[in-house]
């Protein structure tokens, strides 16, 4: 059986955060992992996962004979590790490869509308929208499908969004070797429009910039470029 509440206290931090609805405390920048995150193999986790799911299905009050429900457990377990939350392993990084910038191309490189699905650590529901990257060749140029898979990586994973935009553009830093870095994301949570406040309306934006987009200028110009009408 899944642990409820058995006493005053456990009772009191149950409501605690249930009080706090859609708020949420700050956490670092890293995705919080205990230490033997990684022991377990994946097929024990999905063994496990799905063992638990049948038993929030049973609490819950679904008839886990039905035939559409009884491989919801082993399905909602191989989601969890094999897809959704993939990029919490870091065997599956991209290990992206760079390449002579042999033009010499000197002006900023646009990846825009770049999707991605995410999930809210909170609640566990999708987020999902685009992603807006650019940077400034310090010498070497980078794949563009190996852009679009970094985002993906850092997705596929519990997040917040804020903590997503850091990581995309810390990793495009590290890998590219430059500051001068870029990216925007434009994002819905089912969080707040499946549940809560109910806003199916509301969009949520978040930004890093980094090196050359400090200046007001190129950042500009960056900008510009994402929210032009793409052609159809």
């Known amino acids: 059986m899944l642990n409820t509440p058995q006493n005053k206290e456990d009772l009191e931090n ?5 009080d ?28 496990l996962i799905a063992k638990h799911f049948k038993e929030i299905m049973h609490i819950l009050g679904m008839d886990l004979t039905d035939d559409s429900l009884k491989g ?7 989601m969890y590790v094999k897809e959704v939350f993939s990029g919490l392993n870091p065997t599956n990084k991209p290990k992206p490869k760079l390449f002579e910038n042999k033009y010499k191309y000197d002006q900023m490189l ?3 509308d770049v999707t991605f699905y995410s999930h809210c650590e909170h609640h ?24 679009n898979r970094i985002v993906q990586y850092f997705s596929k994973r519990p997040q917040v969004q804020e903590r997503l935009t850091m990581q995309i553009a810390e990793e495009l830093k590290r ?12 994002a819905s949570h089912m969080c707040v429009s499946s549940r809560g ?13 980094g090196g050359k987009f400090n200046d007001e200028s190129t950042r500009r ?12």
């Open 14 to 18: 149950f409501q605690s955060f249930d």
């Open 20 to 47: 706090m609805g859609d708020d949420h405390a700050g956490s670092s920048a890293e995705t919080p992992l205990r230490a033997d995150a990684f022991e377990m193999d994946d097929e024990l986790k999905m063994e």
């Open 72 to 78: 919801t457990p082993a399905r909602v377990a191989k």
């Open 110 to 112: 646009v990846e825009k």
């Open 124 to 147: 566990f529901v999708p987020i999902y929208g685009k992603a807006h990257v650019a940077y400034f060749s310090s010498g070497k140029v980078i794949g563009l499908s190996k852009i």
């Open 175 to 186: 890998v590219l070797e430059t500051e001068s870095v870029a990216v925007v994301m434009d």
């Open 197 to 209: 406040v109910g806003d199916t309306n509301s969009r949520t934006g978040t930004s890093y910039f």
């Open 221 to 232: 110009e960056f900008l510009d470029y994402i929210n032009s009408p793409s052609p159809k």
